[in-house]
């Protein structure tokens, strides 16, 4: 998720009732919600460094408590307040472990169990932002303040909230965890009706469906078949044609793929896409090239590009370029 949904997280978890674990408590618990994003880090490395390390061994269980601890040395060296470590180490924890929850839901996916192994795990129930969740949240953190506001003109200067926020914080954390569950259950009604269609003849082998950005009944399907991904878009409340899905073939074998599959870059992004469409086509330059491109699937199409990959490669089966994109594709 984005870092303004999870530094509210560890707002919520303070308020309540973590504070009480340990004096400077909600420090602590803000920086610990954020702290596998530590990764960012790797950026000055490059485009694709980043996509290698990113949501790596710091969004992985086997780091967490190495997360948890960094909050409070750094918290307890800045304030030079004293911590009750046990207490600090321990809501530290809860916070991490509520980033790595909170980034297992999306389309992503995290890789929770590196470094004994690479797979990459997601459930599809949101995208990074959630426009829900934002409204949610900004509600839970707005309205103590406007409360204490009005509380002051009505009960004078002196008036002081018992528990600022608390019952707001617990509604924020409630309605986070019952719309993840209901997306959970409308995802996997959308999975199902994808899963039973036929897509020009051609039955589904893998699949998955990914959350609209604003209507919960909507979902993006995406089937690969052996030759074809299909691609279509579907809405609970209505019917599902499959014969309005968007087709993207599958190129034939080609020297140029396999060149292009051993360079870096590629390989970098085959090790984070999990839906890969390769296409092959002749390079305006030079002379004899072809260009490889790999879109990721789950996040756009040939047509309507995402995260994708590109190589240029040329007669003599060299890897000249390669680009690693999100958006439009650059011309060689």
């Known amino acids: 998720m984005d870092p303004l949904t999870h530094t509210a997280t560890g707002l919520f978890l303070s308020r309540v009732g973590l504070r009480k674990w340990t004096p400077l408590a909600t420090p602590i618990l803000l920086l610990a919600a954020n702290a596998p994003d530590i990764d960012i880090v790797t950026l000055a490395g490059g485009s694709v460094n980043y996509l290698h390390f990113h949501r790596h061994l710091t969004h992985a269980f086997v780091a967490l408590p190495v997360m948890a601890v960094l909050p409070v040395v750094l918290v307890r060296l800045i304030a030079r307040k004293p911590v009750r470590w046990v207490g600090a180490i321990a809501a530290a924890a809860v916070a991490v472990l509520t980033h790595l929850l909170l980034d297992l839901t999306n389309i992503y996916g995290i890789r929770l169990m590196l470094p004994f192994s690479p797979r990459w795990f997601r459930l599809d129930l949101t995208g990074v932002v959630d426009v829900w969740i934002w409204a949610a949240f900004l509600l839970a953190v707005a309205a103590p303040f406007i409360g204490t506001l009005v509380g002051s003109e009505i009960g004078g200067r002196d008036h002081k909230p018992r528990h600022h926020g608390r019952g707001f914080a617990w509604f924020a954390l409630a309605f986070l965890l019952l719309y993840n569950c209901g997306r959970a259950v409308l995802h ?145």
Request: charged residues 25%; proline residues 12%.
């Open 188 to 332: 996997a009604r959308a999975l199902a009706v994808v899963e039973s269609r036929v897509y020009q003849d051609a039955p589904p082998g893998r699949a998955m469906v990914g959350p609209d950005g604003m209507d919960p009944w909507s979902w993006r399907g995406v089937v690969e078949t052996g030759d074809f991904y299909a691609v279509a878009p579907l809405h609970l409340g209505r019917e599902f044609d499959p014969a309005r899905a968007a087709i993207f073939h599958k190129p034939d074998p080609d020297p140029a793929i396999d060149v292009a599959r051993r360079s870096e870059t590629v390989s970098r992004f085959l090790e984070f896409s999990q839906f890969p469409l390769w296409r092959v086509s002749p390079a305006p330059q030079p002379e004899g090239a072809k260009l490889v491109e790999i879109f990721d699937m789950r996040f756009g199409t040939p047509s309507n590009p995402s995260f994708m990959v590109s190589a240029l490669v040329s007669n003599r089966l060299q890897v000249l370029e390669t680009h690693l994109s999100y958006g439009r594709p650059r011309n060689p």
